[in-house]
């Protein structure tokens, strides 16, 4: 049994069909585009999108830096619903896709990390999904 975590919510609309964003949100070349916040990039990801598979990227500083690798591993997903990974760290996320009329809601809920403030987390992970969200909008746009 994990740690208990404070869980933090983001959730955007997007305007574009949910196989759409559905792919585009586990597609490793599309995940490389959006995945990041401002000060860091994703140089590479790879994607086993089922229970027991895991999701790996490499996440470096825009500028001069230190980078990370992030592993987690898939523990329940639901095609165009539900996907849930636990993290390294034993960190839980949840990532739902709503199809509504005007798009799809995408609702992230994540433990917090208890060495980054809440809002800073908050702000972090809204600022990737508006990323995801942006990424989308314009590809679709394109189409």
């Known amino acids: 049994m994990g740690a208990l975590f404070m869980k933090i919510m983001t959730e955007a609309l997007i305007?574009?069909?949910?196989e759409t964003v559905w792919r585009m949100f586990n597609d490793p070349a599309d995940i490389v585009l959006w995945d990041a916040s401002n000060d860091?990039?994703?140089?590479?990801?790879s994607n086993?999108?089922?229970?027991?598979?895991q999701l790996r990227l490499r996440i470096e500083a825009k500028h001069e830096g230190p980078g990370f690798d992030f592993t987690a591993?898939?523990?329940?997903?639901?095609?165009?619903?539900t996907i849930e990974w636990r993290t390294?760290?034993?960190?839980h996320v949840r990532v739902e896709f709503a199809?509504?009329?005007?798009g799809v809601i995408v609702r992230?809920?994540?433990?917090?990390e208890p060495t980054l403030s809440v809002d800073e987390q908050r702000q972090d992970w809204q600022g990737v999904l508006d990323n995801f969200a942006r990424h989308v909008t314009a590809l679709v746009g394109r189409l």
């Open 15 to 18: 305007a574009a069909p949910i």
């Open 40 to 45: 860091w990039r994703t140089t590479w990801a």
């Open 48 to 53: 086993d999108l089922q229970v027991g598979g």
């Open 73 to 81: 591993t898939y523990t329940k997903l639901e095609p165009l619903r």
């Open 88 to 91: 390294d760290d034993d960190r």
């Open 99 to 102: 199809k509504t009329d005007a």
């Open 108 to 112: 992230q809920l994540f433990d917090a």
